[in-house]
């Protein structure tokens, strides 16, 4: 039972570089979302989406794109990666219905030198 | 906008007790879910109990259980005969109906002592 499957599990980036964070759950569910960590905030959602094809902000996107091309797959790019975006990154999926348990991939562990 | 609340940043408790954390909510929709989650130091996230807005009965999973009192908008997670495996970040969570995203609590931290 893959679930939801993050990679890398750390990455360390310089400033204004960029990166892919990749995430893909085997379950065939139609809601995936990103979530941020910091320390002391809980987690903050970034970016969701409802379908392949269908992506929309959450509460923190600035810096942050996505697409969904496919329904295992919601990837999230850095486009000009900041210090402010040192955090951990945490995918989930859900079926979506009203009992809209998400389930999370292990988390990507980001620092921005 | 949904709100969660959770004023306990950390818990002491003795192995074998019972224990209680603490969650309030706010929301405008009669309709939601309200979910907890354990994060261990590992990392991971980890789904332990939901509750429906229209649920008669309080959920149980185990030992976990969920004190939903609606007219006060809390939802307190109760772990009966607490296990040194328990010590872990404990997020309380909600989302509305027909609307996916999970807004969180800032977490209590629960350590077990033996």
């Known amino acids: 039972n893959a679930g939801v499957t993050q990679t890398p599990k750390f990455q360390v980036l310089k400033t204004g570089q960029s990166m892919t964070l990749q995430c893909a759950q085997d379950?065939?569910?139609?809601?995936m979302s990103w979530y941020r960590q910091d320390p002391g905030m809980g987690l903050r959602l970034i970016h969701y989406?409802?379908?392949?094809?269908?992506?929309d902000q959450g509460e923190v996107p600035n810096g942050y794109n996505v697409s969904r091309s496919t329904t295992e797959d919601f990837p999230l790019r850095l486009l000009s990666a900041a210090p402010s975006q040192t955090s951990v990154y945490f995918c989930?999926?859900?079926?979506?219905?009203?009992?809209?348990?998400?389930?999370f991939g292990a988390g990507t562990r980001l620092s921005v030198l | 906008a949904q709100k969660i609340t959770q004023t306990q940043p950390g818990m002491f408790v003795q192995e074998k007790e019972a224990v209680t954390l603490d969650c309030t909510y706010d929301?405008?929709?009669?309709?939601?879910?309200l979910f907890w989650y354990k994060q261990p130091s590992s990392g991971e996230m980890i789904f332990l109990i939901y509750?429906?807005?229209?649920?008669?009965q309080n959920a149980t999973e185990g030992r976990y259980s969920l004190n939903f009192q609606k007219a006060r908008k809390s939802a307190n997670l109760v772990i009966s005969a607490s296990q040194l495996g328990d010590s872990a970040m404990y997020f309380c969570?909600?989302?509305?109906?027909?609307?996916?995203?999970?807004?969180f609590g800032t977490g209590t931290r629960l350590t077990i002592i033996p």
């Open positions: 929301t405008s929709d009669p309709s939601y879910g």
């Open positions: 989930a999926s859900s079926y979506g219905l009203t009992k809209n348990i998400q389930y």
């Open positions: 509750q429906g807005s229209y649920d008669q």
């Open positions: 989406s409802v379908g392949a094809g269908i992506t």
């Open positions: 969570a909600m989302s509305t109906f027909g609307n996916e995203k999970l807004t």
């Open positions: 379950m065939n569910h139609e809601y």
